[in-house]
């Protein structure tokens, strides 16, 4: 069975950073898209960026550019996005997901980010 | 990007009677490989979105039947035959057909009368 395992969240201050994980299991990650996905408190989902099973495809949100980083370690089954410049309108929760087949099969539990003074 | 419509935003239903949400894209979802890549997801109060329905009208493993998709081209909807009390929560349609940028609808939030 398939498992998303985020960590990594928590309250940070404007302009501060921080870096999500994600462990997988259950599944070929390594042969896997991934992406994060955030949901604002209240609000709709919003894909925040993806990656390729092999790193040379990157994509983010006009919304992230310049500020996160996603990456992943296929030996550790794990995928990161790195958080820099955090602004108020990056608290959400944050999900982990595949992308299998122009789709979404499996989500973690999520991983709340706040950014407030 | 494709812009996802979804409405309504709310959804007031009695149990038992039917209910339908409606999702229009901005662009034409068919891909050049023939397939139309629509996807609808539940999400239940305080859970992680699941996926109900792909490629417009494919129920996933587990899925009741009551959840039906259809639609073409900009068009979709997502129909429950007789909603039932698990049925609570909000909808999203969700296109991957244009990448890069993979979008989602606004939701919709179905609740019980």
């Known amino acids: 069975q398939a498992q998303l395992v985020e960590s990594g969240g928590g309250l940070v201050k404007p302009g501060g950073s921080l870096r999500l994980s994600c462990a997988a299991s259950g599944f070929s990650f390594s042969d896997s898209f991934m992406s994060w996905i955030r949901q604002a408190p209240g609000r709709g989902l919003e894909l925040v960026s993806y990656i390729s099973d092999s790193t040379n495809i990157i994509h983010y949100a006009d919304s992230v550019k310049g500020r996160f980083t996603i990456s992943r370690d296929n030996a550790k089954n794990s995928l990161y996005l790195q958080m820099n410049s955090l602004r108020a309108e990056d608290t959400a929760v944050y999900y982990c997901t595949n992308l299998a087949s122009s789709s979404i099969d499996y989500w973690g539990q999520g991983t709340l980010v706040t950014v407030s003074s | 990007d494709v812009v996802m419509t979804q409405s309504p935003l709310s959804l007031p239903v009695t149990l038992g009677q039917p209910a339908s949400i409606s999702c229009t894209s901005s662009q034409s979802l068919v891909h050049t490989d023939g397939n139309t890549y629509l996807n609808w997801f539940q999400q239940r109060p305080g859970q992680s979105p699941r996926r109900l329905i792909y490629?417009?009208?494919n129920r996933d493993s587990g899925v009741p039947d009551r959840f039906s998709g259809s639609g073409s081209g900009t068009d979709f909807t997502l129909k429950i035959s007789r909603v039932e009390a698990e049925d609570v929560g909000v909808y999203y349609c969700m296109q991957a057909t244009h990448w890069p940028s993979l979008t989602f609808g606004g939701g919709t939030k179905v609740e019980i009368k």
């Open positions: 490629r417009v009208s």
